[in-house]
């Protein structure tokens, strides 16, 4: 890869193949693809490395915010994201064993975008590499597995990655790298960052369902009862589910047997009776372990952790996807100018940490809350499980509705991406 003004050099013979670039970074997810394209947009060069071949896999994050439609629409993206399928929630609702109540009303919030958005991650993904790639400084390398760091005493100076086209492996150095790896994140591994975990008692099993016939499926919301928890998210043309379990409860619905667990959901939400036979096996549920952590340091010299790398969230809310991008939109806008003169310093990626720690601390707290209050009470309860105090005051005010809404929605904090500083090449889209 050669770029006006970055230098491309070679090792030894028989040595990696090296190269020289202003800013890598690992992960091609919605974290580092929106790093990317903020940066290039920014007119700073950046290399993005991804170890899949394209985007089209399996992905749960599928849900984007107000927060995240906002940022589209200030980088002229937001209309073509629309024109993706796309099904839209602007209600989510919570049913227990005394009734239905609402939750959130996503309607009451202002602006352009009062709803949340499911589309399918690779769809997104996709859009965003597409308007990267029409700035002279961004590059999408696929099939490009991140091993290692490379160090200059105790500065990070890039990273190893192995092509998975001819399973060499090759080097790149860069000013600035950044892990936007993932929770399993192999750079942070690597660096040695000291992590906090918080205990967790769930995992969640994912699967889908065709939307029953007659449009009788349920709308997006959770299903509460003694010892069962259920999410449903309506994707429009089928139904997203999530079944939250005590830890390795997968293995205790196996000795039970598919049919048991169909019959469960049936019970459960009785709308689901005629589909869940849809269900073939246990080979179509695939299984979340559920995860709340976080840094206690972001960076070291030459290195910035963002997105789950840095912070892995419980599906609670939906936010992570999200709760990313923001840590992309905000490491784009601070360090986009030190990084158009040089290396940005420590100080520099401490200010990322910074103004983002406290939207994290915050929505994990609030998802620690719900997973012992709610979530592990409810797993645990043998009694009916009937509505809180609070759901019933959100029913007697339904303009109080708007409250958890904005807290889901637009979170705390809304990041504002960098200027415009590199004029975008229209002719590439007609190559």
């Not at 070679?10 to 091609?28: F, H, L, S, T, W």
């Not at 928890?229 to 997203?240: A, S």
């Not at 589910?241 to 169909?262: H, I, K, T, Y």
């Not at 939906?318 to 310093?345: E, F, I, K, S, T």
Request: proline residues 7%.
């Amino acid at each position: 890869m050669q770029r006006s003004g970055e230098g491309t050099a070679r090792a030894a013979e028989g040595g990696p193949d090296v190269e020289d670039v202003r800013c890598v970074v690992a992960g091609g997810g919605p974290a580092g693809v929106v790093l990317g394209l903020l940066l290039a947009r920014a007119g700073v060069p950046v290399l993005v490395l991804e170890k899949h071949e394209d985007f089209l896999r399996d992905f749960r994050g599928d849900t984007v915010h107000p927060s995240t439609l906002r940022l589209l629409d200030e980088i002229g993206l937001a209309e073509e994201f629309l024109d993706l399928p796309h099904a839209r929630v602007r209600r989510a609702t919570a049913t227990t064993d005394d009734g239905t109540f609402a939750v959130a009303d996503f309607s009451r919030l202002p602006g352009r975008f009062p709803f949340l958005a499911l589309v399918p991650q690779w769809d997104f993904l996709d859009l965003l590499a597409s308007r990267a790639r029409r700035y002279p400084g961004f590059e999408l390398r696929t099939g490009a597995q991140v091993v290692g760091l490379l160090r200059e005493g105790e500065r990070v100076a890039g990273v190893r990655y192995r092509s998975g086209a001819d399973g060499a492996e090759r080097e790149v150095r860069a000013a600035l790298t950044v892990a936007a790896d993932g929770r399993g994140s192999v750079l942070r591994e690597a660096a040695g960052l000291p992590l906090r975990s918080f205990g967790v008692g769930v995992d969640v099993l994912w699967f889908r369902l065709p939307d029953p016939p007659g449009g009788a499926g349920p709308s997006t919301g959770v299903r509460l009862s003694a010892g069962r928890f259920l999410v449903v998210l309506d994707r429009g043309d089928y139904l997203q589910c999530a079944f939250v379990v005590p830890s390795g409860g997968l293995d205790g619905l196996r000795e039970r047997g598919v049919g048991e667990f169909r019959a469960d959901l049936a019970r459960l939400v009785p709308r689901l009776a005629p589909v869940v036979g849809e269900l073939a096996g246990f080979g179509d549920v695939h299984v979340l372990r559920v995860r709340i952590d976080r840094l206690r340091r972001w960076y070291r010299d030459g290195l910035l952790v963002i997105g789950d790398a840095a912070h892995a969230m419980s599906p609670v809310g939906g936010v992570g996807v999200n709760l990313a991008v923001q840590d992309a939109v905000a490491a784009a806008r601070l360090l986009a100018p030190p990084l158009r003169r040089g290396a940005p310093a420590s100080r520099d990626l401490a200010r990322v940490q910074r103004r983002r720690w406290l939207p994290v601390a915050l929505t994990q707290l609030a998802q620690r809350v719900a997973h012992r209050r709610v979530l592990e009470a409810s797993l645990a309860g043998e009694r009916p499980v009937r509505a809180p105090l609070a759901l019933r005051l959100l029913q007697r005010v339904p303009a109080l509705q708007v409250l958890p809404a904005a807290a889901i929605g637009l979170g705390v904090l809304p990041e504002h991406p960098p200027a415009e500083e590199v004029a975008l090449d229209t002719s590439a889209m007609y190559r």
